[in-house]
């Protein structure tokens, strides 16, 4: 019995049709159980996309998410990953990653394309803190509004207080109970709503009010 | 411990009933300021201008489930609709960088609640592709009969609560007695009901009873009077009938553009379906069709669902017929556990046992490798892309819920329309929040 990817991959490679400059945008290709899986920098995957949708018949974006690769020896920090598919008589699948750099974390949306980018992308956004520049909708997705953190980055502690640690916290000090400052959230990506005013603003709701 | 000197002298001042109406107003104002969308809103509100902004959810029977959508309404008609999710988040997706591959098994029946089996299916398929192991023809088997049976309970489910938020309860409580025999065959097959936790990496946790054929013959014996007796009730109610015809329309451009799987892309004329298109765990062996409807309302989608029910119990009757014996765990046991009794009377089994559950060792994939891999759930495509590092736990596991891409079109449906039309939409959506928020 053949496996659902050596299926899902018939051969015709995608990258085979594309022009000659953007062919030089693919960095390398990797086949796995019969997927291919293309490697490219970020400000070119929009020209790629752009290319796989419109000539050759990528129709339907399945998914858009993010890895994030901290503290290992890949180029960049994250990596965008975008599975696309062509229907039809010769059906395709495979996918699209796209390095990121860790100081800039944005990159151009592709939700004019295919609208099913707009809540891939926004959820992408809520887990990694990557801005999709374009996209008419970043609001928070699965964390709630005033949620300072961004959960699949993989410098999110899994133990301890966690964002709470935003908050003042009120502790004992010899015979009196003080305000203890707040500390930082740990992590290493500040961008997004995770700025120093915006959480100043968290901690001012978040006292009592006098 | 000492007060603080916030609460000290706090009782002497009671604001009067007045005051505090207008500090709540004030709020009110000053928290919609801050924001130019509906969605900070959460309260019922006035607008002035003759427009009211409505919480429909997320706790409201007729979202089955915690779905918040924000409508201001016109009247009766919905001029803007927003949505919010994320009231079940629970995070699997970090579980999975965080537990071994055959522990990650019982997280995945917790996010699709109704069909927990094609969850734990799909989930398997996906490691298994990513290791390049086959399951052995028995395994696959059962696995197709227990998705077919759990979609039968999901699809029937949904139109029965379809029916009953539209006025038509009985037909909802007929779905019920019959779902119930499929929970029976669930139930004896893995001990479980709603979270079966049925399948391993490499197979299932044991063989299927003596008795389970009996079970599912009498399952298919007495199910399909159910799918005549659920038409009779509901296309001979007008009501029912008026309600959702031609209401919350999904042309095929947009199910292609917004990335529509499943039945509600099946009904509106886009031809998708996994099972046939890429077949996994030899769904190309059976012979069965993929139905399609062309209008794309919320009644393609009912006469859709119960199609897929009828092409289901073909399927079941064809893999019961040719159910082949042997094992139901694949043989190399450096990633699949071995059975329980071997485990507690064979020695080499019980050092296989514990190197698989033992953190660090288990299951290993190639460094660097990565697959995207999908089945079709009874909500739509559920895809699962897995990258490993090659340690026993998934560096990046990421989950495509169906119900995800599905609901995204959803306020744009329902702008415009009338609001007990957002009803008739959200029922034949049948979206679990359980999926949708992960």
Redesign the interface.
Known sequence: ?E???A??AKKYPPHAALPTPLQKMILDTLE??G?T?LRCMVPDHRALLENFKNEQGY?????V?A??HLG?DTPERFEI?Y?LRR?GDQ?H?F?LHAWLSENEPSLESVYDL???A???ER?THD?FGIVFEGNPDL???????DYPAF??LKD?P?TGKQERRQFPR?V?RG???VEEEPTDYPTSIGRGMHTPEYNEEVRRDSK?R? | ??P?P?SEGRDTQVPSAKTLKKELEKGWRDHRAGTT?P??MNLVDETGDGRLVMNFGPQHPATHGTLRSIFTLEGETISEADVE??FL?T?F??LGE?MTYQQWVTVSDRMNYLSAINNNVGYS?AV???L?I?VP?RC?SLRVIMSELSRIADHILCVGLQGMDLGAFSVMLWAFEKRELVYDIIEAVCGARLTTSWTRVGGIIRDVPEFFPDLVYSFLDEFPPLVEEIHMMLLNNKIFVDRVKEIGVVTEE?A????ITGPIARASGLD?DVRR????L?YDQYDFKVPVQSEGDSFSRYMQRMEEIEQSLEIIRQAMATLPGGPVVHDDFKTSLPAKDAVHNDMESLIHHFKLVMLGHGIQP?PG???????EAPCG?L?Y?I?S?GSDTA??L?V?PPS??NY??FPRLVEGGMLSDAVAVLSSFHVIAGEL??
């Open positions: 019995m496996s659902t990817a299926n899902m796995h159980q997927q899986q129709q339907f974006l399945v998914d998410t890895i994030d290992t990953v599975v229907l059906p699948q996918r295919w609208d099913s707009r809540w891939g959820e887990m609001r928070r997705f699965l964390m709630p509004e959960p699949l999110y899994l009120v004992p015979d009196q109970m009592p006098q | 411990m000492t603080s916030a969308s969605a900070a999710i994320g988040h995070g997706e970090k965080n398929v298994e592709d990513l390049g086959d023809p696959a947009q292609l553009s917004w990335g998708i298109d890429s077949p996994y030899g190639k490798s990565s697959i995207y891999s999908a089945t495509e895809g892309f990258h590092d560096y990046r990421r495509r995800l891409y995204a079109i928020d992960r």
